[in-house]
């Protein structure tokens, strides 16, 4: 029993030992830039958080990985084809080109986790990225104009309000509206994925539903003006759905040219 209970001690050591080295091997670092207007434009980030907050900075951070450097690069920096410099420390560019601020990856040996950008109220967002290395692009609070295109990240979009244009190729697209704004218009596509889009129920628009290969679902009170269905040869019947929803409003555009869509009023 003194054997097994020495042991179980020695083990957990060794495990709480390893745990906080671990993190002690990792640390946050953030780059801030003063912008409270205007447009911040963010390109090739694999796997990036965008956030809305009522600061006055745009805040870009990351937890970064301590790791063994490269003895041979000591006192040399990080160059690259476009001449942008690691300005963060994390891999990441940072500069400001009159009224816009650009944020891109230019290394693909980042030594950070997910790329966080806080972004103030009043300043449009603008996201791109053209190759395969993509993972999840969350967009959270978001009340300005927001354009995203890509080719691989699954997009989720929380309490957003519009005007956006977000296309996907690839992945899929999941937004829930805070509101809906009736400042510009809406477009939600996905080529090759689903896309699910939950509004309030109290939401004025103009929507135009869209899934040529697949199916459209929804609880929405839509009053139809003109609907499409085209067999394309398979058992799915193919919907294009047009209508209004509380009178009408804003154009708001929901389409997926290869799988289902799902339009919901929230509860």
Do not use: W
């Not at 080295?21 to 980030?45: C, L, P, R």
């Not at 805040?59 to 160059?79: F, Q, Y």
């Not at 950008?117 to 969350?138: C, R």
Request: proline fraction near 1%; charged fraction near 20%.
């Amino acid at each position: 029993m003194k054997k097994y209970l020495t042991l179980t001690i020695a083990i957990a050591f060794v495990l709480g030992s390893s745990t906080l080295a671990t993190a002690q091997k990792s640390s946050m670092k953030e780059h801030k830039t003063a912008m409270t207007s205007g447009t911040v434009n963010i390109v090739n980030i694999n796997e990036l958080i965008i956030e809305g907050y009522s600061g006055s900075d745009v805040v870009v951070s990351t937890m970064v990985e301590k790791t063994e450097g490269d003895d041979r690069a000591a006192g040399l920096k990080l160059l690259n084809s476009l001449g942008l410099d690691d300005n963060t420390g994390f891999g990441i560019s940072v500069s400001k080109d009159g009224d816009n601020l650009n944020i891109r990856q230019i290394s693909k040996t980042c030594s950070c986790d997910k790329i966080t950008v806080k972004v103030p109220s009043g300043v449009n967002v603008s996201v791109t990225h053209d190759n395969y290395n993509a993972d999840l692009l969350q967009v959270k609070n978001i009340s300005s104009e927001l354009e995203i295109t890509t080719n691989y990240h699954d997009v989720h979009l929380e309490d957003v309000t519009g005007p956006m244009a977000v296309k996907t190729v690839y992945g899929s697209i999941e937004a829930k509206f805070d509101k809906v704004s009736q400042a510009g218009s809406v477009s939600l596509y996905s080529v090759y994925e689903l896309v699910d889009v939950t509004i309030p129920s109290s939401s004025g628009m103009n929507v135009t539903l869209s899934a040529p290969s697949g199916n459209v679902y929804s609880n929405a009170d839509v009053s139809i003006t003109k609907s499409e269905n085209n067999s394309h040869g398979s058992c799915n019947s193919g919907s294009t759905i047009m209508g209004t929803i509380n009178g009408g409003g804003v154009e708001f555009s929901v389409k997926s040219a290869y799988e289902d869509v799902y339009f919901r009023k929230a509860e």
